[in-house]
């Protein structure tokens, strides 16, 4: 029997990748985004296009509703929706922190929420959440953006021992830079936000390391990878990391290393 899986973010970048790698390897897949214009080439591979906002619980339920009314089940749903706003602390308006948590985390779980009755009802049920390299290191100006992949990887180790005894397993992929409108989408912020203020500097640097970075960055099939292979283990590990080499290195020392010499890295990083 062919499972069934919702894909939010399904317009681009990593929920583009999966949406398609996951039709090829013979799920029934809905993809899910605001542009339907950007959903329309999915048709090509079989997907079905959903209009979803994740930010509003009137298009999250209309969206959760048309699927289970015409597949019956949702066996697996990918929190992939997500976007970066970037700017000091200072300098993010509040109206601008909130939408960063509401499209990241609250609409992340607004789903979650949405999809876990008929899980529980089948007692099968996978929910992928996809958080970053930046849910476990933090660089500066990026602070909302790491505190929403920060509340994504604790959401999910809750979840995963409340829906664990109703057959859901939860897991949490990891990217780091992956290929996708993300980074322009991160580094407009940035300077929009803090390209002209006493923070500039600070701002100019850490697009630059923006910029370095899109060079060593993976394809989004990368990820679409990990995901299958997370929802296929009959015993998922809880975490699925990117293995590109700068995050694997970032990691171990963020786990070796004291705030205060993980800080000098960091910073090293952006002179
Ligand atoms: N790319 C990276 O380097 C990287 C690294 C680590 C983690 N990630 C994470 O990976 C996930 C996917 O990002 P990506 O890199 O593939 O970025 P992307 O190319 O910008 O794609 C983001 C997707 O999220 C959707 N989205 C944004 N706001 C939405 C909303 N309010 N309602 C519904 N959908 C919404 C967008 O669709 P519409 O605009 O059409 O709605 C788009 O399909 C994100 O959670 C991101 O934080 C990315």
Redesign the pocket.
Known sequence: MKKTVLV?????????ATAIYLAQNGYTVYG????ME?LQELKAYGIKPVE????KQESAEGCINQILTEAGSIDILVN?????AYGSIEDVSMDDARYQLE??VV?AMRLTQLVLPNMRENRYGKIVN?????GKIVFPLGGWYHAT?FALEALSDSLRNEVRGFGIDVIVV??????????N?ATDSLMNVSGHTAYKDLATKTHHVFTQLSQT?AE?IVIAKLIKRGIEAIHPKTRYTTNQMASTVLLFLRKILSDKLMDKLIMSQLN
Request: overall charge positive; cysteine-free.
């Open positions: 939010t973010g399904a317009s681009a970048g990593i929920g583009k899910a985004a605001r542009r950007k979803l906002d994740i930010t992939n929706a997500g976007f970066g499209v990241n609409g996809i958080s970053s390299v930046g992949k990891e990217p780091g830079a992956t290929k996708s409108e993300w980074g989408i960055i989004p």
